[in-house]
């Protein structure tokens, strides 16, 4: 008896020997899984980690069209102003081209066209926060006219390839001289060559002055054609600014001689009228003299 019990507990000594080391792996077994599982689910998250949305630029709406219908009759009001031989508004791709006078000169294009002109200004105007808040949101073309400026011909030739309309004034600056106009800087016939578009000329007759008329003296569209498919080089493009600029001022000159002809034909017209008028009562009286006479015959 002592013997069978003696064995009965050698075997139950064995058994519980044998299931320790089974309950011992147990949570060894489990706390691998759960550190293999957790480190497989690192990687998971950091891949399934949406990527950060880049903020985009916000986009302004462009204001030219409300000012375009704002500004040009409060401008009016004191400055009065009229268009000469004025053409039909063009559709399509073209470089408005004139003198300039003033800031207040991109009016007179911006009244000859529906659609959005994109005015070319010089880098120096961004220096106030007022100019610059406004430069930016009517989609305007900066120049650096003090270096060698790609980004702004590559801006107008991309407007005008797109079927848009770009303006500028060829002195680069306002005149405040008693010349005709100023010396050209490169830009206005390069574009239109390149782009192969129409420029529209005009040409202020005098510098605006309050309560005084102003007349825009508007030439018809003409395109440097002569130039096109031509290899060009700096002296062909000085060629095609000095054949701008001759136009631009017959264009003035020839309304100014338009206009002195019309007034001396007035004036011819009104002397005429009274040397008439003055030979009539000549006659008149005459013929009462004769009549008198013929009278006291009688």
């Known amino acids: 008896m002592e013997n069978e019990e003696k064995r009965e507990l050698a075997a139950e000594s064995a058994q519980k020997d044998e299931t320790v080391p089974e309950t011992k792996s147990v949570p060894e077994t489990k706390v691998a899984v759960e550190t293999d599982t957790n480190s497989a689910a690192v990687p998971e998250k950091k891949g399934n980690k949406k990527p950060a949305k880049e903020k985009k630029a916000k986009k302004h709406k462009n204001p030219y069209p409300f000012l375009r219908w704002l500004i040009p009759p409060l401008y009016r009001l004191i400055f009065p102003f009229k268009y000469i031989n004025k053409q039909p508004k063009p559709q399509g791709a073209c470089i408005w081209v004139g ?6 000169d991109i009016i007179f294009p911006a009244k000859m066209t529906d659609q959005n002109l994109h005015y070319l200004y010089k880098k120096e105007l961004r220096n106030s926060a007022f100019m610059r808040f406004w430069l930016d949101r009517c989609e305007t073309i900066c120049v650096d006219r003090g270096a060698n400026d790609v980004r702004s011909v590559m801006d107008s030739l991309k407007y005008l390839k797109n079927g848009e309309q770009i303006s500028l004034f060829p002195e680069g600056t306002r005149n405040k001289t008693d010349a ?5 800087m490169s830009g206005a016939t390069m574009f239109a060559i390149k782009a192969k578009v129409p420029i529209y000329p005009f040409m202020i007759d005098r510098k605006p002055k309050a309560f005084r008329m102003t007349k825009i003296i508007v030439g018809e569209p003409f395109e440097f054609t002569e130039y096109y ?3 060009m080089k700096a002296e062909d493009y000085a060629e095609a600014d000095n054949k701008l600029r001759e136009r631009m001022l017959a264009l003035r000159r020839d309304y100014f001689a338009q206009e002195a002809a019309k007034k001396q034909a007035k004036i011819a017209a009104k002397a005429a009228k009274k040397q008439a008028k003055t030979e ?4 008149k009286k005459q013929a009462k003299l004769a009549a008198k006479e013929a009278k006291k015959k009688k």
């Open 280 to 283: 009539a009562k000549k006659a």
């Open 99 to 104: 003198n300039h006078y003033t800031i207040m």
């Open 180 to 184: 005709e106009m100023l010396p050209f």
């Open 229 to 231: 498919g031509k290899r």
